[in-house]
């Protein structure tokens, strides 16, 4: 059994269920935000399934110099606290450097560890330091075993509020795989798992300029990896996929997302 993770009134971990990490991959604009967060909100609500919303306020890992990239710190950390004070909801956003964690910190639930940046020593023991709940993003390059080094890394600050996300491992020239025996590994480590389905059907720079992905494939490992017994699964959603300014073809559309988290409870059920 893993360790439980307290994010507010959300509990990580321990058996405790599948949480629920969702939202756009990066903030395109406030009323977007509001109300995508709204819908993941009342449909989470609706099942009984804990909710923290996650976007993105700068995505500073983009494979092009012309990709979108976000309305930057400060414009995105207002439209995230303004989502987090008008709907009492969690916070999780990746944060790419150390001069940005101070301001951060003021807003989010959850420092997000890009995955990456997950070997980045400094870097992540000064996100420990904040005593906030730490998601680390396995990097795609890194076998499960290799994530205790970094738990260690953030365990000597004294913090362990720790989560892992698996988002796929590197499997030949701009694909991923997942292996879901990483979870049980990772997991066997003592720290609630993630799985984050959209980013594990990613194809990295997939289309020349700009990642490519395979959404077809999210509803059936979500499936997979909640029935092998992830802690909870991480999906990115937005209105129009088609149209989404990052990360579109990997991301899913809020009607199939409904769809898909009923399917979770389901499974939920079963297992139970």
């Given at each position: 059994m893993t360790k439980i993770i307290d994010i507010g009134r959300i509990k990580v971990g321990g058996g405790k269920g599948i949480v629920l990490i969702a939202g756009p991959c990066v903030i395109e604009s406030a009323q977007m935000c509001l109300s995508v967060a709204a819908r993941l909100k009342t449909m989470a609500k609706a099942l009984g399934m804990p909710f923290i919303f996650k976007a993105s306020y700068d995505k500073a890992n983009r494979t092009s110099l012309e990709s979108f990239r976000?309305?930057?710190?400060?414009?995105?950390?207002?439209?995230?606290?303004?989502?987090?004070?008008?709907?009492?909801?969690?916070?999780?956003?990746?944060?790419?450097?150390?001069e940005e964690i101070a301001k951060a910190k003021s807003v989010l639930d959850i420092i997000q560890i890009p995955a990456f940046l997950c070997r980045q020593t400094d870097f992540v023991l000064d996100c420990a330091k904040t005593g906030l709940a730490i998601n680390i993003k396995k990097g795609q390059f890194l076998a499960p075993w290799d994530i205790a080094p970094i738990i260690k890394k953030?365990?000597?600050?004294?913090?362990?509020?720790?989560?892992?996300?698996?988002?796929?491992?590197?499997?030949?020239?701009?694909?991923?795989?997942?292996?879901?025996?990483?979870?049980?590994?990772?997991?066997?480590?003592?720290?609630p798992v993630i799985y984050d389905a959209t980013h594990s059907v990613q194809l990295p720079s997939g289309k020349g300029c700009s990642s490519g992905g395979e959404r077809r494939f999210v509803p059936a490992l979500t499936r997979a990896a909640v029935a092998f017994g992830c802690d909870g699964i991480f999906l990115e959603t937005h209105p129009k996929p088609e149209e989404a300014l990052c990360d579109g073809p990997n991301s899913v559309s809020l009607t199939e997302l409904e769809k898909l988290l009923k399917e979770v409870k389901k499974i939920q059920e079963v297992l139970k």
């Open positions: 976000g309305p930057g710190l400060v414009k995105g950390l207002e439209i995230l606290k303004k989502v987090k004070k008008d709907l009492g909801i969690p916070i999780l956003s990746d944060v790419h450097c150390r953030i365990e000597s600050t004294g913090n362990r509020r720790i989560i892992i996300t698996e988002r796929g491992f590197t499997f030949g020239y701009n694909n991923l795989v997942s292996d879901f025996r990483s979870l049980k590994i990772i997991q066997d480590l003592g720290y």
